[in-house]
């Protein structure tokens, strides 16, 4: 939807209103995703969503309501429902009167050709991965996935356009193109993956011939012993790390109430002195929104630099709890979460994963990594496992394949052990390099 | 909504799919959240849409769409019709649907009190009361509790003739309780982790005693922070039922999934060490441990008169006197098997999405025993309860699991609270190792709620039951014992 429907649409919901204060946020967009396993497309969906919610604010009360019916019958409901919502409610105490207009910085992130590309595209792309792994005698299976607009944001649906009673309406909209691939031999597996706003930038039959060379290597694994190993962690897994670090750390209300490993760490060396880790939604890969759930500008805010905690990100209540402005990181309000890190980069340096792999004399190469978890939220520590491509490297060469094995890692830790960085890439939606780090804890074994 | 779906229908079919289905939608939820003693969200969310699945010379084509006008919708058939033509310009083998019989049905799970009927103000006030019982013990850093309720109305209508209505409202909520120091999280949480819910009306919220739980549950929360670590080694392990049934979900639910198993879930969630050769041969677990699949189970999350394919619900063994004895199956894979009807385990999250195989209820079967007979049979062991976290590696051999509480058991009694106890195994050594599984007595239908799969990712809820088990031999303290 474009910017002068959108607010077309944002319009009649505040007009809908009838003089309560009220804030409405329109997200959605389309999303086609091709999906093939065993060289061959298993599902092909397109679907259009739309969804509109409203909140309306009675002094320190306040109710939401979000529905997809745009009509004007629908918003005008819809609107009713909030505002009784929020009649109902007791008094929230904190609870701030809606903000007034604000400036965004433009991000341009749509790419017409992409908003456009059809599933014949898509099939004729999966067409060209699919040579590569029959070919090599692999099963290859895998995903091209295409959205425009913000479906899939916040886990959900983002807002796509925003606009309050006081005067305020930012609109942002963009495409995005995935396309991630594993060739299989029985439990021999690679991987490869690449993002971009832009479709043109996926090449399918360089994807699928870098899974295959990882399967093929893969096969007959070595069994090594549980231990703490150096290992170089290709950018794919750092994202994991660093996603699930972003969940339980850098939130301002995480640091608040005491749950993050920065709280009272603040100007304090928490990790090596070579991690530079910002939040970057104008960061090219990114090309995030400019602004959040409550319609603030998102500024590019440094958490940590050169190994010091430096800042957690904040949205308009945690801001006030501090007497400073919010950085533009807010989910809808109410909500008991806080803010959240969504654009993350890693500051990484000139080498490639190559040039990695070239420092180490005795140690590991990790492709991904794999249903990583929680098990201690002031170490960071996560589990998990390594997955698609786990190899030996020896004096400078990668040598053999190694059998998979769970992890058990404090990401402080890890990012206080970080030897080398590669050059940065955008995966899993985050902007970082591939690692070489020491005494990378792989806690047991597994079958393959 | 019924017209639009028949006008989906007609339009993919007059379009050239051969077989075609189309489900459209009514969702309501509501959410309400109490934090801190102030309210932390309330969100009212509706929903409305269609979804049409076609076979289009033997391979699939998806679309969705929220335009609910004739123009609209035709467009969507139309789409899902295009992508199903560019779906066969890469297929080998033309997918063949497993034989149902037409069903005309309205089928509408139990509800004795309407969710949606209960003023807010009520929901409110349990909430308020809920969070001064757990705020009123020193210590407590967070109070956090919820209700959600969730409707679904929908019509399903095939070319194939079937013609189903289905109401499901499921219903639930829960608390937690968290205390920090400098160093520790400590969370407690009622009934389960996530919150416990049914499909049933109000009526599970009124059944519920979580004010009379609320203090207990906030001073074990604090309570952990002083507690001892849980110890690294080898020990026999007690599994209370809600963790026992994430244990069941994780290392019996998805690797039984046969979409898994034939390497269609490869890219993302990964595959499956239950091969169809192991079917019946494979010792899955003691001859005690009977697994079974079950969407007929009353209440349960994933309970329903006929899934997505429009497959009537059914129950069956998937472990059965510790023999793999069987996969969730759909129309389209259940030949794979050599069975000839699918098991009915094809399900999607909403209008927007299209059905693939997710978990029915899948339950442990009850031994026999009370929980107070278990240890009393129990020299020493470790009794984990309520999960925090959990991962299991691609083909679903390598688990651990972390819960939020521990009792370390001597003599058959338990004789010190243990904080941040975690476990680690493989699937069939795990499962070899049960030696206990407590009476029907003790058995409960606990469940999961954020069951993640597929791409677009999608989410199901499921039930499953357990009663505490026991475990020999099995690796716990893991990640503390460095």
Known sequence: MNRDDAKALLDQALAAARGEDIEVFLGGGTESLTRFANNEITQNVAERRYLLSARVVRGKRTGRATGNDLTPAGIDRLVQRASSAARLQPEIADLLPLPGPQQYRPVDALDPETESLGADARALEVGRAVERSRAAGLEGAGIYEVRAGTIGDYGEIGPLAIANSSGLFAYHTGTSAAFRVSALDGTASGWAGHES??????????????AVEKATRSREPKSWAPGRYTVVLEPAAVADFLQDMSWISFGALLVQEGRSFLSGKMGEKVMGENITLRDDPYHPLHRGSPFDAEGMPTRPTTIIERGVARSAVYDRQTAAKEGRESTGHGLPVPNTYGPLARHLVLEGGEESVEDLIRRVDHGLLVTRVWYTNVVDPKTVTLTGMTRDGLFAIEKGKVTHAVRNFRFNQSVIQ??????????????????????LVHDFHMSSGTEF | MKDLARLALDTAAA?????????????????????????????????????????????????????LTRQGVERCAAQAVAVGRASASLSHEQVRLAAEPAHRSVWASECAIDPFGVPLERKLDLLFRIDAEIRSVKGVKNAESFLSFQRKH??????????????????????????????????????????????LGYEVVEATPYVEN????AEESVALLSAAQCPSGEQDLILEGSQLALQIHESVGHPTELDRVLGMEANYAGTSFLTLDKRNKLAFGSKIVNLVADATLPHGLATFGYDDDGVEAQRWHIVRDGLFAGYLTSRELAHR????????????????HIPMIRMVNLSLMPGSGTLEELLSDTDRAIFMETNRSWSIDQLRYNFQFKTELAWEIRKGKRIRLLKNPTYQGITTQFWNSCDFICGPEEWKPWGVVNCGKGQPGQVAEITHGAAPARFRGVRVGVGYDE
Not at chain 2, 31 to 59: F, P
Not at chain 2, 337 to 352: A, L, N, P, Q, Y
Request: net charge negative; with cysteine; glycine share 14%.
């Open chain 1, 197 to 210: 706003h832009r479709a043109r930038d996926i090449d399918g039959a360089a994807l699928s011939a870098r």
């Open chain 1, 414 to 435: 890890l990012l206080s052990q970080v030897e080398a960085m590669g050059r940065v890439e955008r995966s899993g939606g985050v902007v970082c390099p591939g690692l």
């Open chain 2, 15 to 67: 379009r050239g799919a051969g077989y075609a289905d189309v489900r459209a939608i009514e969702f309501t939820r509501e959410d309400v959240q109490v934090k801190n003693g102030e309210v932390g969200g309330l969100d009212l969310s509706e929903s409305a849409g269609l979804g049409v699945r076609v076979l289009v010379d033997g391979a699939w084509g998806f679309a969705a769409t929220d335009e």
């Open chain 2, 154 to 199: 929908q019509f399903f209508l095939s070319t194939e003739g079937s013609d189903i209505e289905q109401t499901l409202t499921r219903s639930g909520g829960g608390f937690t309780s968290t205390a920090v120091s400098a160093d520790d999280v400590q969370r407690r949480s009622y009934p389960q982790a996530e919150g416990y819910y049914q499909t």
């Open chain 2, 214 to 217: 609320a203090r207990r549950v």
């Open chain 2, 337 to 352: 098997t050599g069975e000839s009807r699918s098991r009915g385990c094809v399900r999607s999250d909403g209008w927007h």
